[in-house]
């Protein structure tokens, strides 16, 4: 029979694969191939993924380090059997499988959204458990490991190579650090490491929540002094429109009284331009105040809460300067 009843294609032979000539791959052409092998030192025929799953690791994806010369696997981002995250290091020797969906890092010298201070507390906080850390960022990685001859903590930042990892888990960044551990370690003590990560991962969410709370209370504070501002001004157009209102009424009616003013003598002319002039600077208060309030309105839909607050600061601070200074019970002169 010509057909195979499996249904499973014929392999081709060896003869045929060697009695095709190489080709070379340009660097184009390699980026656009949807997967490719990287080695990790020495090359075996092992897989180190398939390795971490016999070792109860998820691989999520792979942490590639483009230098001039090549691109490298550096880390394995995966999950642990009772669902952790960690990065593993790999520092032995394996072969990894990398599509294009893996992150592409290049080392900078650029600074993180993470704080120098919280990145050494949160290493601090761990003792020895673990090798180092990790934080997600925005536009990359930043590790914090020890170093092996004098467990001094050594930081490295890595940044996104956008054009060759499009698709990238660095989105929006994490306020978690996750531990690092190398393969190495898990090669020789699985048991070890997953008690090792346990401990550090449980010591990182509590660093993590009470890094949370302090922000928060940060947080509290820049919107209690909103808050106090928005009420300084609620108090303070509402007085000063009180104040207005009842002026213009004191001066319409002085002003109403007047049926011939040709009649009147001449201080008394004054008097009644004098109170004419400040009932037309009243009335443009009014509007003046009323175009600030509906302003107050519209900024806060459009403003961050501490933009927000250093806007009510200024408009605060320009109603003092201009309104608070006159006294709405007298008659103020025009400038000459």
């Known amino acids: 029979m010509t ?5 499973k294609k014929p392999k081709k032979s060896k003869k045929s694969s060697r009695g095709s000539p190489k080709e070379k791959i340009s660097v184009n052409k390699r980026k656009a191939l949807q997967s490719m092998k990287l080695n990790v030192g020495k090359s075996t025929a092992s897989s180190i993924e398939k390795e971490l799953v016999s070792y109860g690791y998820m691989p999520m994806e792979k942490v590639i380090i483009r230098t001039k010369s090549d691109d490298k696997a550096r880390y394995v981002k995966a999950m642990n059997k009772v669902g952790q995250t960690l990065f593993i290091e790999l520092d032995g020797e394996g072969v990894v499988q990398v599509t294009s969906k893996d992150i592409t890092l290049t080392q900078t010298n650029k600074s993180t959204m993470v704080p120098y201070s919280a990145k050494m507390g949160t290493m601090n906080c761990l003792d020895l458990d673990v090798c180092g850390v990790a ?13 092996i001859r004098s467990t001094s903590p050594v930081e490295t930042t890595f940044t996104t190579v956008e054009e060759y990892a499009p698709k990238t888990a660095l989105v929006k960044g994490s306020p978690v650090a996750y531990p690092i551990i190398r393969l190495s370690e898990i090669r020789n003590n699985n048991e070890l ?7 550090a991962v449980q010591k990182l969410r509590n660093d993590s929540h009470s ?10 504070q820049i919107i209690n002094e909103m808050s106090n501002e928005y009420n300084r001004f ?27 003013v040709d009649r009147l003598g001449q201080d008394d002319k004054e008097v009644y331009a004098l109170r004419q002039y400040n009932l037309k600077e009243r ?10 309030c509906q302003d107050v309105s519209e900024v806060s839909k459009r403003s961050t809460i501490k933009e927000y ?14 309104f608070g200074a006159i006294n709405w019970d007298y008659l103020f002169k025009p400038d000459k």
């Open 3 to 7: 057909g195979d009843r499996s249904g």
């Open 135 to 147: 934080f997600e960022c925005s536009n990359g990685i930043c590790t914090l490991q020890r170093d």
């Open 309 to 322: 607050t250093n806007y009510l600061k200024s408009v605060n601070k320009y109603l003092v300067d201009k």
């Open 283 to 292: 009335n443009e208060y009014v509007v003046e105040l009323l175009k600030i």
């Open 211 to 220: 890094t949370c709370t302090h922000y928060l209370q940060e947080s509290s």
């Open 193 to 199: 490491v997953l008690r090792t990560v346990n401990k």
């Open 234 to 260: 609620v108090n303070n157009q509402r007085n000063l429109f009180k104040s207005l209102s009842k002026s213009i009424e004191i001066l319409e009616t002085k002003v109403l009284e007047v049926h011939d």
